[in-house]
């Protein structure tokens, strides 16, 4: 009998190391696809949080946006120095032309003027929809005196309602007419015994918020043309009790400040008075309204003098500043900014 010529063949080795080689390589695959998607789970976390924040400002945005659109109105009062020695009726008019209190009062009229021009300029150019209203109030020693002058949307009707170059001239020069009756006004209300009372006005704007504060304003603006503190102007009115006493020296600055802290002011008239004026928020706090206070700069006359050389120390070290900081950011005030030219008072 032949023997077979088939030989039995011993199992191969290579299936059992071409199947590593394929564990291997799947393994590779995996962790390569491990690394991918970490590294793709990681792009995405930082997208996301990119995201979430641009939509955060974009609420953000929108909703102050919102917010300006639903109280879209400013609304702004303005109180003139008006603590000045009146003109002599006796006097002729050379004389009176040539006084001290007659060139200050020229000067501080033709910074209400330049204001009320400002204000005219934004309010007719204003967005659709909002509506900017002007008290003007003389300032002396009874606080805030008579209204010199309303200017609102009544008054600006004029200019919305005319065409080509009657608009384009009422636009212009439309407050003219009511400066020169603010004016006339102004010149009626000078006291005989200079005794300017700023504090005198927290009362009355606080009694009259409601007046000037409506459902749609959104921003408050409180000028007063008007030193923070008075400078006499003629000689013969160089009463060094004269104007606020407050600032004549430091010590009396620690007083006004220390009554600021306690919520109780308490007005001068030469002498302290048992008149006690309350501080109270003119705004809430947490809010959407803007209140604003500013002071007009003053222009300095050589004939004016300063009732107490501690003063200029006083302003030197910015007491002054200081103050009308912390007495106007407990009614809430946004902004306190003093000696500013008129065009910052309506600044964008």
């Not at 407050?175 to 015994?193: C, L, M, R, T």
């Amino acid at each position: 009998m032949k023997k077979s010529n088939r030989t039995t063949r011993k199992p191969s080795r290579k299936s059992s190391r071409t199947a590593g080689r394929h564990r291997s390589s799947a393994a590779r695959r995996f962790r390569h696809l491990g690394s991918v998607r970490r590294i793709a789970l990681l792009f995405i976390a930082i997208a996301s949080l990119i995201a979430i924040s641009v939509g955060a400002l974009l609420n953000s945005r929108t909703a102050n946006a919102g917010n300006n659109r639903s109280r879209p109105d400013v609304a702004t009062v303005v109180f003139v120095e008006a603590d000045l020695q009146p003109r002599a009726a006796e006097s002729d008019e050379k004389e009176r032309g040539s006084s001290c209190a007659a060139a200050k009062a020229e000067s501080i009229w033709k910074e209400a003027e330049k204001l009320i021009a400002s204000y005219w300029t934004m309010a007719v150019r204003a967005p659709a929809g909002a509506r900017w209203s002007l008290w003007m109030y003389a300032l002396n020693g009874a606080g805030a005196g008579s209204e010199l002058i309303k200017i609102g949307p009544n008054e600006l009707a004029d200019v919305v309602k005319a065409r080509g170059v009657t608009r384009t001239a009422r636009q212009q020069d439309g407050w003219k007419k009511y400066a020169e009756a603010a004016k006339a006004k102004y010149e009626k209300s000078f006291e005989p015994h200079p005794r300017q009372d700023i504090v005198g006005t927290v009362p009355f704007l606080l009694t009259n918020r409601n007046k000037f504060i409506s459902e749609d304003v959104g921003v408050v603006k409180v000028v007063y043309i008007s030193d923070m503190l008075h400078y006499n102007c003629d000689a013969a009115s160089n009463d060094p009790e004269a104007g606020y006493s407050n600032f004549l020296s430091l010590d009396a600055v620690e007083r006004f400040q220390r009554q600021i802290d306690e919520d109780a002011l308490y007005r001068h008239d030469g002498e302290l008075t048992s008149v006690s004026v309350p501080v109270e928020p003119f705004v809430d706090k947490n809010g959407d309204r803007l209140f604003e206070v500013y002071s007009v700069a003053m222009p300095r006359l050589g004939c004016e003098s300063i009732p107490a050389p501690e003063v200029q120390r006083i302003m030197a070290t910015g007491q002054i500043q200081k103050t009308w900081e912390r007495l106007f950011r407990k009614m809430n005030a946004k902004t306190v900014l003093l000696n500013v030219d008129t065009d910052r008072v309506f600044a964008p």
